[in-house]
C-alpha cells in the first residue's frame, strides 16, 4: 500500500516537475515554438527520464558490500551493466571511427551514414564470425578435454577458489568454460546459420511459388503450412527430436542433421508466409504482368522479377529468423535433444551451470557463470537485429 | 473586399538527406474574401507546398525557411499549435486529390462530416448532420437524406469528392485550399463535381486556392490565375488576361500544349488485312459479362483511339486482345491470322508481336532493374542478341527515345522522372520490334508539357517504324492530336466508331456527345454556357444515368 503511495507520489511530482521545467524554458526563451507547442506528456517525459537517470547515479555509487561484509549483488550486477553498456558503446564509437578513416572509399561512405547501433551489430557480428571460425586457434584447451579440476570458480584468482589457468572456471567435470564458451560460438551460431538458410531456402520459394502461381497449388501449400503452424513449435520440434533420435541410434552427429532440417521446416512455414504475401504484393506490378506477356519462365519471374523487390523484408525477416533458429537450438539444447555433448553448445551450458545462479546472494561472480552462455545469445540477438533494423531502413530510404 | 490572406515572399526548405534545399523560392499571393484563385504549374512546381502553406502547415521534411503567411490578421507562420488547431477546419479548410484515400474507411461519412463542427463547438452533432444533409443536397448528391449514412467505399469517386467539399463546407470556413480536386475523376464525374464546387464557393462566398495542373478547369473556376515554374512565381494575372495575353514564354507554352497534331494518314485500302482485329468478342470477369460483343479493326501504322469512362471496359479489352483474359466468345486475329486465347499459349513470335505500354510507369518497370537490364531483356529473349550485341542495340533503342545512352543505361528506375521512365517503357516494347502496340493511358499521369513530349515521341516512331497503336484514353485532346480512328466504348459495349474527323463532327451518339460536351475548354464562360444550355440535371453522370 505504501508503495503504492510512494509511486504515485513520485509520478505526480514529475508531473509538476514536467509542468514547471515547460515553464521555466518557455520564459527564458521567450516563448520559442519549441516549448510553446510541447505537450504536457512530452514534458512529463523528460522529467520522469531525469528522474531515473539520477536514481540510476545514485544506485551505481551505493557500495558494494553491507557493513557486515556481504557483497550486495545487485549494486555489483548493475555496475558491471552500465561498464559492459559504456565499453560496448565506446568500442562500437572507435570501431565506426576507424572506418570512417580505414579501407576503401565505398566503406567508408557507407560508416559515414552508420548509426551507432548498426556499427555495435556489425562489430558484434564480425567477433562472433572471428571467434567461430577460428574457435580452434584461440580457444586455450579442446572443447572436450576434461581436467583434474572440477568446478573451479571463475575469476582466477586460487584465494577465492578460481585458478589462473581457467580464468572462467571449469564445469562440473572439469571442462575449461572459456573453451567451451568459444566453441560454442562455432557449434551454435554455424547450425543456426545453416538452419535459418534452409529454412529460408524451402520457405522463399515455396512462398514464391504459391505467389505467382496462386490456385490449387497455393491452397494446398498455404493450408499445409497453417496445419504446420498450428501446433506449437517447441513441442513439435521436441516431439518430431525424439523421434529422430530413435532413428539416428547412436550416431550423434545424424542427430544434429534431423534437427537442422526439423527446424528448418518448422520455421520455414513463418518464412513461406511472409514470402507468399510479399510475393502477392509484387506479382500484381505491371512489369510483372510485362514479364509474363513477354513469355517468360517461372524461374526468371521468381528470381529475376520478384526476388529483388521482395529482398528487403526477407532480409529483415533473415535478421530475426536467425535469432529464434538460435534460441530454438538452445532451447532444445537445454532440454537435452539438441546439439549433443561432448560438443560444447551455449544452451546446454546454460542449463548445466544454471544452478549456479543460486548463489547470487553470497558471491555475484559464481552466479555469472550461466550468464556467460545466456549473455552470449542474448548478445548476439541484439547485434543482429540492429544491423537489420539498419539494413531495412537503408532499403527502404533507396527511393530518391 | 477585404483581404483575408497575405502570403508575402514565402520560402520553403525540402530536406534531402541531411541538408535544406529551396522548394519554393519566394513566392507572394493575396487573397480577398470570396475571391478564387488558381494555382497551376507542373507537379514539382510547388504548388501543393504553396497551397498547405497557406494553412500554415507544412508537411514532414519540409518548413518555411522564410516570408510570411497572414490569414485575416494572424501570423500563420509564427502561431502557436493552439492557435492553428482552432483556425484549421474552422476557419480555412482543405479539400485532397484523392477523396477515396482521405476519408477514414472505417466511419460513415456523416459522422466524419459532423466531427469538425462539434470539435470546434460551432454545432451540436444532430444540428451539424442536418446540416451536411443540406450541403449533400446543394452539392447535388444522389438520396442527401441516405447517402451520409453509408461508408466511403459504398460512395463513387465522384460523389465522395463531393461529399469531401461538403464536409470542407461544414464550419462554413472563409478559405478552402482545394489541392487537384477532380485530376482522378473521369471527364463526365468531373463536371459535375466542378459545376457543385463552383456553386457552394459563390453561394456562401468562400475564398479558395485552387490548385491543378489542367488550364481548361482553372479557366472554369478562377477569378484569378497565378504561374507556378519550379517553385518560382510565372506571372499573375485575372483568368480572362492569362487565357488571351499571357506575358511569359512558359505560360504561352503551357498553352501551346493541346495544339500537336499527327499529320492525317490516308484510309487503309480496302481488303487490306488488319494487323489487329477484334471480332466479336464477349469477355468478363466471374460470371459477369464486362465486354459485349466488341469488334475493331487496326491496319498497319494507324493509331486506334478507344475512348470511354473508366469501368467501360477500354482495360478489358487490352487484356483480351494480350491474352491475359481469354474471351468467352469471339476471337482476336493478328494479320488475319486468329491468335490463341491464352497468352500461354502463343508462340514467342506471336507473344512479341503485340507490346503494351502502361499507364502508371512506376509500377511498369522493375525498380531493382537498371534501364539497361530492362530495355535489353526482350532484346536477348526474342532476338537472341547477347554481349556486345545486346549492348549495342540497347544504346540504339535508347537513342530511339531519345535518352543518352552513356546517361542513362546504368540508372535504376527510381532516379528518372515521369517522363523518362515513360520513355524507357516505350522502349521496353520497342525491343522486342513488334508491329502492334497498345497504349493503355500512357500519358493521363504525366504533366502536360511531358505527356506533349510522350506523344510526339510515339508519332514519330509510328512514322518510322510503321508501328500500329491502339491507344485507350478518357482524354479527347489525346485523341484529337494523335488518332486516326476512334472508338467510343460505354459498359462493354462499341457506341460508335470512325474515323476521328467523323467523330469529332456531329451528328454524335448521344453518349460520344455527352463525353464531347464535358471536355473543359479554354474559355472562362464555357461551363456556364453549358450549364444554361443543358441544365444542371443533364451533366455529368446524371445524365449518363438517364442513357
Known amino acids: 500500500m505504501t508503495a503504492l503511495l510512494y509511486v504515485s507520489g513520485a509520478l505526480l511530482a514529475c508531473l509538476a516537475l514536467g509542468w514547471l521545467g515547460r515553464r521555466i524554458a518557455q520564459t527564458t526563451t521567450g516563448n520559442a515554438p519549441r516549448y510553446r507547442d510541447m505537450p504536457l506528456a512530452v514534458a512529463f517525459g523528460y522529467a520522469f527520464s531525469a528522474l531515473l537517470l539520477g536514481l540510476g547515479v545514485w544506485f551505481y555509487f551505493q557500495p558494494t558490500a553491507t557493513e557486515a561484509g556481504i557483497p550486495r549483488a545487485s549494486v555489483m550486477f548493475f555496475r558491471w551493466a552500465v561498464q559492459g553498456f559504456v565499453i560496448f558503446a565506446l568500442a562500437a564509437f572507435v570501431f565506426r571511427l576507424a572506418g570512417r578513416h580505414v579501407g576503401p572509399a565505398g566503406s567508408r561512405k557507407m560508416f559515414r551514414n552508420m548509426p551507432l547501433t548498426a556499427a555495435f551489430g556489425i562489430l558484434m557480428i564480425l567477433i562472433y564470425a572471428v571467434v567461430a571460425i577460428f574457435a580452434g586457434q584461440i580457444a586455450p584447451h579442446g572443447q572436450a578435454e576434461v581436467f583434474n579440476a572440477v568446478n573451479v570458480l571463475p575469476g582466477g584468482n586460487p584465494a577465492t577458489g578460481g585458478n589462473p589457468e581457467f580464468p572462467l572456471g571449469t564445469d562440473q567435470i572439469g571442462r575449461d568454460l572459456l573453451s567451451r564458451l568459444i566453441y560454442g560460438a562455432q557449434n551454435t551460431v554455424g547450425i543456426a546459420f545453416i538452419t535459418t538458410l534452409l529454412a529460408f531456402f524451402i520457405g522463399g520459394s515455396l512462398g514464391f511459388l504459391a505467389a505467382t502461381l496462386q490456385g490449387w497449388l497455393d491452397q494446398l501449400l498455404s493450408r499445409g503450412v497453417d496445419v504446420l503452424m498450428a501446433i506449437p513449435s517447441l513441442i513439435f520440434a521436441l516431439l518430431l527430436m525424439t523421434i529422430a533420435s530413435a532413428w539416428a541410434g547412436s550416431e550423434k552427429w545424424l542427430l544434429t542433421v534431423y534437427m537442422v532440417i526439423i527446424i528448418a521446416v518448422i520455421d520455414s512455414t513463418r518464412v513461406f508466409r511472409l514470402a507468399r504475401a510479399v510475393g502477392l504484393n509484387i506479382v500484381v506490378m505491371d512489369y510483372i504482368e510485362a514479364a509474363k506477356l513477354r513469355g517468360e519462365g517461372l524461374r526468371y519471374l521468381i528470381f529475376d522479377e520478384i526476388l529483388p523487390n521482395a529482398l528487403a523484408p526477407l532480409l529483415a525477416e533473415f535478421g530475426l529468423r536467425f535469432c529464434f533458429v538460435f534460441l530454438t537450438i538452445a532451447s532444445l539444447s537445454f532440454l537435452g535433444v539438441g546439439i549433443q555433448p561432448p560438443l560444447a553448445d551455449w544452451g546446454t551450458m546454460v542449463r548445466d551451470l544454471a544452478q549456479f545462479i543460486n548463489f547470487a546472494a553470497f558471491s555475484p561472480l559464481t552466479a555469472t557463470l550461466p550468464l556467460l552462455a545466456a549473455g552470449a545469445i542474448a548478445l548476439l540477438t541484439v547485434a543482429v537485429n540492429f544491423v537489420v533494423d539498419w539494413m531495412l531502413h537503408k532499403s527502404s530510404g533507396l527511393k530518391e | ?547
Open chain 2, 1 to 547: 473586399m477585404s483581404r483575408l490572406l497575405t502570403i508575402n515572399d514565402l520560402v520553403l526548405e525540402g530536406r534531402s538527406d541531411e541538408s535544406w534545399s529551396r522548394i519554393v523560392n519566394g513566392v507572394s499571393l493575396t487573397l480577398d474574401k470570396g475571391e478564387v484563385l488558381g494555382l497551376i504549374g507542373e507537379s514539382g512546381a510547388g504548388k501543393s507546398t504553396v497551397g498547405l502553406a497557406a494553412m500554415g502547415f507544412t508537411r514532414d521534411g519540409v518548413r518555411i525557411a522564410g516570408g510570411s503567411v497572414e490569414f485575416d490578421g494572424i501570423d500563420l507562420v509564427n502561431a502557436s499549435a493552439n492557435t492553428k488547431r482552432n483556425l484549421l477546419g474552422k476557419r480555412i479548410a482543405y479539400v485532397a486529390q484523392s477523396a477515396a484515400a482521405s476519408f477514414n474507411p472505417a466511419h460513415r461519412l456523416i459522422d466524419q462530416h459532423t466531427e469538425g463542427p462539434v470539435v470546434h463547438g460551432v454545432m451540436g452533432r444532430g444540428e451539424s448532420a442536418e446540416d451536411g444533409i443540406e450541403l449533400y443536397r446543394r452539392l447535388r448528391l444522389p438520396n442527401p437524406e441516405e447517402i451520409g449514412f453509408r461508408y466511403p467505399h459504398q460512395v463513387s469517386g465522384g460523389q465522395l469528392q463531393r461529399a469531401m467539399t461538403a464536409m470542407a463546407m461544414s464550419c462554413r470556413p472563409d478559405l478552402i485550399i482545394f489541392d487537384e480536386p477532380t485530376t482522378a475523376l473521369d471527364v463526365t464525374t468531373q463536371i459535375e463535381v466542378l459545376a457543385a464546387i463552383r456553386k457552394i464557393v459563390e453561394d456562401f462566398d468562400t475564398a479558395a486556392i485552387y490548385i491543378t495542373h489542367d488550364l481548361a478547369v482553372v479557366a472554369q473556376m478562377a477569378d484569378r490565375i497565378k504561374v507556378l515554374l519550379k517553385g518560382d512565381e510565372v506571372e499573375e494575372a485575372t483568368t480572362r488576361e492569362m487565357l488571351d495575353h499571357p506575358q511569359e514564354d512558359y505560360t504561352k507554352s503551357l498553352w501551346a500544349v493541346r495544339e500537336f497534331q499527327h499529320a492525317e494518314k490516308p484510309l487503309a485500302p480496302k481488303g487490306a488485312v488488319p494487323v489487329i482485329s477484334v471480332r466479336n468478342v464477349t469477355a468478363g470477369y466471374g460470371k459477369i459479362d464486362v465486354l459485349q460483343d466488341v469488334s475493331f479493326d487496326i491496319h498497319e501504322a494507324r493509331t486506334v483511339a478507344v475512348v470511354g469512362e473508366s469501368g467501360s471496359g477500354k482495360s478489358t479489352t487490352a487484356r483480351c486482345i494480350t491474352g491475359l483474359l481469354p474471351p468467352r466468345q469471339g476471337q482476336i486475329l493478328l494479320d488475319g491470322e486468329a491468335l490463341p486465347p491464352d497468352y500461354r499459349k502463343r508462340s514467342k513470335m506471336q507473344l512479341r508481336q503485340v507490346q503494351m505500354i502502361y499507364q502508371m510507369a512506376d509500377t511498369a518497370l522493375n525498380p531493382r532493374k537498371t534501364i539497361a537490364q530492362i530495355i535489353g531483356r526482350p532484346v536477348q529473349f526474342y532476338l537472341g542478341l547477347r554481349g556486345k550485341e545486346k549492348r549495342r542495340r540497347v544504346n540504339e533503342l535508347l537513342e530511339h527515345i531519345e535518352l543518352d545512352p552513356a546517361q542513362f543505361a546504368g540508372r535504376l528506375p527510381g532516379e528518372l522522372s515521369g517522363g523518362q521512365k515513360q520513355r524507357v517503357g516505350i522502349a521496353r516494347a520497342l525491343a522486342a520490334e513488334p508491329k502492334f502496340i497498345i497504349c493503355d493511358e500512357v500519358t493521363s499521369a504525366l504533366d502536360q508539357l511531358v505527356a506533349e513530349g510522350i506523344l510526339r515521341l510515339l508519332a514519330r516512331l509510328q512514322d518510322e517504324l510503321q508501328l500500329s497503336y491502339m491507344f485507350i484514353t478518357h482524354d479527347l485532346a489525346t485523341v484529337r492530336s494523335i488518332a486516326d480512328e476512334v472508338v467510343v466504348m460505354k459498359d462493354g459495349v462499341v457506341v460508335e466508331q470512325g474515323p476521328k474527323t467523323e467523330m469529332f463532327t456531329p451528328p454524335h451518339h448521344a453518349y460520344t456527345d455527352l463525353l464531347l460536351s464535358s471536355v473543359p475548354e479554354m474559355d472562362p464562360d464555357w461551363l456556364d454556357k453549358l450549364l444554361a444550355e443543358r441544365g444542371v440535371d443533364n451533366i455529368g453522370d446524371a445524365a449518363v444515368d438517364k442513357m
